[in-house]
């Protein structure tokens, strides 16, 4: 059997989703992501409803937005569609407040952004990269030849949180804690990472307490290049340990940002180049597509697969009246998917022309602050395995994470082949 040759549960899913009256269509099923189903679904939403109202979810009633352009015409809309507090579909009703500013409208929104904007400015990428290749490079040089592992463990999450702890410039041989605190604050559903709202509680003041002590430390050094060190020094910036929750809010974010979704692409894009192997030997062939395949691999993996808005009045798009309150899901996974827009979606397509179009980062003021930082990462990733495998072989079925807003996997049994 090919290792990848699901089109009888494929076809499966697509008699169901084109058969299913529209207003019962829910995208928002978890149960469709575990399983790699979506796809059909969004099909027919941007083909018949784009702007699709679900009425009964486990979420509650919501729109769906799932056409490239209208997705980007609400992602750019901040004014009549909020981020305040909650920007997935599940509501998160959470006593331990931590302020994020991708969870705030302007003003505070812009000036929270503009503090830590340094972090992930071109320069200090520049100074960080060095580092982060010879770390990848390391981890890429610890791995068995001919014989199977885990590639999300022993390299994706590996080579995240190395990158993480080096932006940060935290401890490196903590660094696992960083892993296990963006667990902790996604709510650890999907790891396991808590067992209670006040063992999260817990986990996440115990968080604060080593980042206030880290700030302290490099309070007594002179400036360098971590994040907590632009913090502490910088003139904007350093009195944010008077606001300890604000300060935590805004390290966490950083974390969580660049944790899963980094992740996810460097899983997906061995997934991805395997699936079409037409396209690793173009990769083989000419190394110098890396930069374009990664935002290839990052719009093919989409690995948030939404975000959510809040309506502040109402509003009439494609003839739909979204009301004032209602939950708006931009989905990204479906925009990155849109049949006009891109040609042959669901194809990897190392070299395609409009790769950088996707919506994958967002659009307007929220846009992923960490989109170059994501970028470098993985293109550094790449440079670093071409020279070393001259295949990494996926052996097995993706184990996938039940989530519609984490695109990912927990496991992907690769075998990596010398040349
Ligand atoms: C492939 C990797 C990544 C993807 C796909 C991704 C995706 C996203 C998306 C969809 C948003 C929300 C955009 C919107 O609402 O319009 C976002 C925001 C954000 N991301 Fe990323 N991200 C990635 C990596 C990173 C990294 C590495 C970091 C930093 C270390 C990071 C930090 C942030 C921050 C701070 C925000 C909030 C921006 C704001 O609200 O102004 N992300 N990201």
Not at 173 to 190: A, P, Q
Not at 198 to 227: I, S, V, Y
Not at 273 to 293: D, T
Request: hydrophobic residues 40%; aromatic residues 8%; proline residues 5%.
């Amino acid at each position: 059997m090919d290792l990848f040759d699901n089109r009888e549960a494929l076809e499966h899913a697509r008699r169901r989703a084109e058969s299913i009256p529209l207003d019962e269509i829910d995208v928002s099923n978890a149960n469709l992501f575990v399983n790699d189903m979506q796809g059909p679904y969004f099909e027919r939403l941007r083909r018949e409803a784009p702007v699709h109202f679900c009425k009964e979810s486990h979420h509650g009633p919501y729109w769906s937005l799932t056409r490239f352009h209208e997705i980007k015409q609400v992602d750019a809309d901040h004014e009549r569609f909020s981020s305040d507090t909650n920007i997935t579909l599940s509501d998160q009703y959470d006593e331990f407040v931590m302020p994020m500013f991708i969870a705030m409208d302007p003003p505070k929104h812009d000036a929270q952004r503009k503090a830590v904007t340094g972090a992930v400015a071109p320069a200090t990428l520049a100074k960080l990269e060095h580092t982060i290749r010879e770390r990848a490079g390391r981890i890429l040089d610890s791995l068995p030849i001919g014989e199977t592992f885990n590639w999300v463990d022993r390299v994706s999450i590996e080579l995240t949180t190395q990158m993480l702890a080096t932006i940060l410039d935290f401890p490196f041989e903590e660094r696992r804690k960083l892993t296990h605190w963006s667990d902790v604050f996604s709510g650890g559903t999907i790891s396991g990472a808590v067992r209670s709202r006040e063992h999260r509680e817990q986990e996440l003041l115990e968080c604060l307490e080593r980042f206030t002590a880290l700030w302290h430390q490099k309070a007594e050094e002179p400036p360098g290049e971590g994040l907590i060190s632009m913090l502490v020094h910088g003139d904007s910036t350093k009195d944010m340990i008077t606001r300890p929750m604000e300060y935590l809010g805004n390290v966490m974010l950083l974390v969580v940002g660049g944790n899963d979704t980094t992740r996810n692409s460097i899983s997906g894009g061995v997934l991805a180049l395997n699936r079409y192997p037409s396209e690793y030997k173009k990769l083989r062939e000419n190394p110098a597509l890396i930069p374009n395949m990664v935002a290839e691999i990052i719009r093919w993996q989409t690995p948030l697969a939404h975000m959510r808005r809040t309506a502040r009045e109402d509003i009439e798009i494609q003839g739909q009246r979204i009301r004032k309150g209602d939950k708006v899901a931009m989905w990204y996974i479906s925009g990155n998917r849109d049949e006009t827009v891109f040609a042959e979606p669901e194809r990897l397509i190392i070299d395609r022309p409009n790769a950088r179009a996707h919506v994958s980062f967002g659009y307007g003021i929220h846009r992923c602050m960490g989109n170059r930082l994501a970028e470098m990462q993985l293109r550094v990733v790449w440079e670093e395995i071409l020279p070393r495998f001259r295949w990494v072989e996926v052996v097995g079925e993706p184990v996938r994470i039940r989530s519609n807003v984490i695109h990912g996997y927990q496991q992907l049994p690769v075998r990596l082949h010398a040349h």
